[in-house]
């Protein structure tokens, strides 16, 4: 499995894998998004990131159904979600993790896969409830690919004890496990790393970079700065629910709007101030 170094990537027109265009959405008289429009091309890894009410959890909810834009519309591999509940955008392949972790606490954690790979799998029921010969290849399958699943995001050492016993990281990690039972196209992470300690963190940017090797597109909304800049192809950044900068990490780092977000105008003109010559 490749292990190549995240870097900025160039595409041709038509490699979208997910269009947002134009999306506003209100709450009563509050604005929340206002005309938020990007792509994500198949094989990106791409942060949203923004201070805090920026809007980000706003446009994941909006992305994965849980809400309906006020305006514009989201395509996921060229179709419009709209009119698409949750369940059915996962079944199309885009699959989100939340903010807090949301685990089966008292199974253990291969049990959370397995419960995740037959709630989004096509086996039959008879085929489960009864010994036949097909429904114990399909069991024996989904087993395999619990395991598989397991040891892609290093839990396999765990798998027999209780989720709710590990650690907030890990149980994270089986949050991003459930997701990877859908066996999606597209990755929606939110706040992946949140509660994790350095070394937890830089494990989870090797398993980021793992999955998009395996073909699996990743957008992340979240606020550690040095993970984003490390894991970023590309970063687009809102505040006040406005799109107001897109581009490398690079670029990010450098631009006014976006230092002056996060850290006022008095920080983004001390930042881009002419030096002075004697």
């Given at each position: 499995m490749s292990t190549r170094e995240s870097t900025p990537?160039?595409?041709p027109a038509g490699?979208?894998?997910?269009?947002?265009?134009?999306?506003?959405?209100?709450?009563?008289g509050l604005t929340a998004i206002a005309d938020l429009h990007f792509d994500v091309h198949a094989g990106e890894i791409v942060s949203l990131i923004g201070p805090n009410g920026a809007g980000k959890t706003t446009a994941f909810n909006i992305m994965t159904g849980f809400l309906k834009p006020t305006q514009g519309r989201v395509l996921f591999?060229?179709?419009?979600?709209?009119?698409?509940?949750?369940?059915?955008?996962?079944?199309?392949?885009?699959?989100?993790?939340?903010?807090?972790?949301?685990v089966f606490a008292d199974d253990t954690v291969r049990d959370n896969v397995l419960i995740g790979l037959n709630r989004h799998g096509d086996v039959a029921l008879l085929d489960r409830l009864f010994p036949t010969?097909?429904?114990r290849r399909a069991e024996a399958a989904v087993r395999e690919r619990a395991?598989?699943?397991?040891?892609?995001?290093?839990?396999?050492?765990?798998?027999?004890?209780?989720?709710?016993?590990?650690?907030?990281?890990?149980?994270?990690?089986v949050g991003f496990a459930l997701a990877l039972a859908v066996e999606p196209k597209m990755l929606l992470l939110d706040e992946p790393v949140s509660g994790m300690n350095a070394s937890?963190?830089?494990?989870?940017v090797r398993l980021i970079r793992k999955v998009r090797d395996e073909g699996v597109t990743i957008l992340l909304v979240e606020h550690d700065m040095p993970m984003v800049m490390e894991v970023s192809d590309r970063?687009?950044?809102?505040?006040?629910?406005?799109?107001?900068?897109?581009?490398?990490?690079?670029?990010?780092?450098?631009?006014?709007?976006?230092?002056?977000?996060?850290?006022?105008?008095?920080?983004?003109?001390?930042?881009?101030?002419?030096?002075?010559?004697?």
């Open positions: 990537m160039s595409h490699t979208a894998i997910l269009n947002v265009e134009h999306v506003g959405m209100r709450f009563g591999r060229g179709q419009d979600l709209s009119q698409t509940r949750p369940n059915e955008i996962a079944r199309l392949g885009l699959a989100r993790t939340f903010q807090r972790t949301s010969p097909r429904g395991e598989a699943i397991l040891d892609l995001v290093g839990l396999a050492a765990r798998a027999d004890e209780k989720a709710g016993s590990l650690s907030y990281g890990e149980q994270r990690l937890e963190t830089q494990g989870f970063i687009v950044c809102l505040n006040y629910g406005r799109l107001i900068a897109e581009g490398p990490p690079a670029a990010i780092r450098a631009d006014p709007n976006v230092i002056e977000a996060y850290l006022g105008k008095s920080a983004a003109k001390l930042e881009h101030k002419e030096p002075v010559h004697a």
